[in-house]
């Protein structure tokens, strides 16, 4: 075999969906030096993460923490915690990850509804209310940011809707924590999850988590053990609890970029963090519309943090994005499932939301998409972001 | 709320069960910038990081990654691809990790049979002989470094009596790999995960594994679905395989730090590496019995780099640990389960399988042990261990 390589990452400037930018003190708190899982400094260090990410969460949960895992395991934490087998359980879907719940959620022996919107679209309250009455479900789970699409779910009346038909109400805020408002608390959603990696602007690997006092009550009542000795809170609370029983060995760097991550947030404030996040996407938005792309998403449900457009007729999707990378250093998102090799998928999340990124990558599709043959007015793309950002100054 | 406080993990000398110390590379692979999970520059880097995992497990098995999740992980991933409800499934138990596996497996739908041996003991091919006529199970599981206790058990007439009778041999090596010997294709084991955090001397996050072809087939031929979509790996085996199918998104930078880590065991050698952990051992071996202290494992079958020892009548266990790490900054491990406040666990795991290491816990036990008013002949510790060093040199 040949000699490994020495390791040498490329500089990237990451507008995907995920993972974004890492803002240079969260790569600094990954290499601090590693302490043990049970010092007395790593558990303090807990104490004061579960605060942040109760403020980030908009949430009193006591039940608050990062699974050791990338967002993925923080939906089937979610799901294997609360389903039994046997269980009805409601899944909305209008792209991937809402169809990734459903998968999970059978895998956890649930009896799964699905129901379907277009990709694209949101779910209504009346699109719920008939499911509620015929599926009855214990546990129903809905998308609030669908990363496949761009499509802004929102929640607050759904969660009463199921609050109201007496079921336990899981939402994926993967996508959204920190880009946008996830007000657990105010809009009484039971158990939510997100990633590490996509607003919050650290390293992949960790999913923070909130379980309301309802949820955990719902599995302190379970008949039958959770299938996952790995992601069970019921021992992982005894760990993040007061009692911190050793439960396994945890990721002690990723948490110190969460941490710092976290801190970050706690910094510039959750709502300007919000208001960043919508900013650069009206520039991104008027530049990629002057570029004469459309986005997918419903025009009224649309993502500040991930932006899908469709790509021209006639346009190498793969090709473009192979040359934002290698000739700009710039990595986009291709589409996935039903938008694939249709869409492109444009992140502007944490730290990779700013001006910057939005102008250059403009700038840049200009070149290309000129170089495909696609007709537009050049220049008009960062001249329309340029008049975004001086009207909002 | 109080404002969280900047981070500043205080600098440790890792000698406990794990995490072990880190070696400075790996800290700065850690924080490389982050890139894409389908960046080519990553595809590439996981290809070269599958090649040096099959090195270090010896091993030509093409399934062979990391989990995306702690030691604990990876134990939950060999379980749950191979157990399909109702199948008959043998653990052998003679610590907390073989329990952990029983439970997982139960978990997983499995009909466990458990056979047991008192604590720091192993088992023989005669111990397991009955137990595989009565249970013909189809998954048997087995601790080769069981790390609560300390006792290394010995794997290959086992394994090949176990695959005399038909069944799947599960190997935990989480703190054996890269510390004494992992023979995946010699012994012919059938799934064998580890973690990154002991041997390997890389910050927890990440659990490699690997699958025999025999075990690939097992896993081929389900009838049922693995109950975890996380970490199925007929999914995650397209991500790691040729196809490069997006899966879940990586945690990037912990495998940058795997990579490096890995490449340090490359360079220095992997006999030289389990040498190295030898030397140490019994340098520390000679020092802790010229304190007084008597090793809790079978003489016969003491792991190198888990050294678990009995805590000497009359001296307080917890206070000798919390003065260790508040005067020497040096972190050693309390016994589990059975062994609670009964047993100091004293890890030399990779980067901290060193003479400096060694001399300065064995002066710093000389000092503390002293004041707890144990009889011991001052000195004798530190000369003991410098002797091994001496004659080996």
Known sequence: MSLPPPLVPPPRIL????????????????????????????????NHMQQLLRRTFRTENQLTFAVSGTGSAGMECAVVNLVEPGDSVLVCVCGVFGQRMADVAARAGGKVTQI?????????????????RRASPKVV????????TGAWQPLEEIAR????????????????????????????????YAGSQKCLSCPP???????????VDHVQQRRTPVQSWYLDVRLLSQYWGSDRVYHHTAPINMTYALYEALRLIDEE?????????????????????????????????????????AVPPGVDEA???????????????????????????????????????????????????????????????????????????
């Open 15 to 46: 507008m995907g969906p995920g993972p974004s930018e890492i803002q240079p003190r969260v790569l600094a708190a990954l290499s601090c030096p590693t302490v043990g899982h049970l010092d007395p400094y790593y558990l303090e260090l807990m």
């Open 116 to 132: 379907e919107k277009p990709w694209g679209q949101v779910f209504t309250p009346d699109d719920l209310a008939p499911a509620l």
């Open 141 to 148: 789970g809905l998308i609030l940011a669908e990363t496949s």
């Open 161 to 192: 809707l199921v609050r109201d038909a007496g079921a336990l109400l899981v939402v994926d805020a993967v996508t959204a924590l920190g880009g946008i408002p996830v007000e657990v608390d105010a809009w009484g959603l039971d158990v939510v």
């Open 205 to 215: 690997g960790l999913a923070p988590i909130t379980f309301s006092p309802r949820a």
């Open 269 to 309: 404030g959750l709502e300007a963090c919000f208001a960043r996040h919508a900013l650069h996407h009206r520039a991104l938005r008027a530049g990629l519309e002057a570029l004469g792309l459309t986005y997918l998403s419903d025009p009224r449900h649309t993502l500040p943090m991930l932006n899908a457009v």
């Open 319 to 393: 090709a473009v994005r192979r040359e934002l990378l290698s000739r700009f250093g710039i990595e986009i998102g291709g589409g996935l499932g039903a938008y694939k090799g249709r869409a492109w998928r444009i992140g502007l999340m944490g730290h990779g939301a700013r001006s910057n990124n939005v102008l250059l990558l403009l700038a840049a599709l200009d070149q290309l998409l000129a170089h495909e043959g696609h007709s537009f007015e050049r220049g008009a793309a960062v001249a329309a972001a340029n008049r975004v950002y001086e009207l909002s100054n």
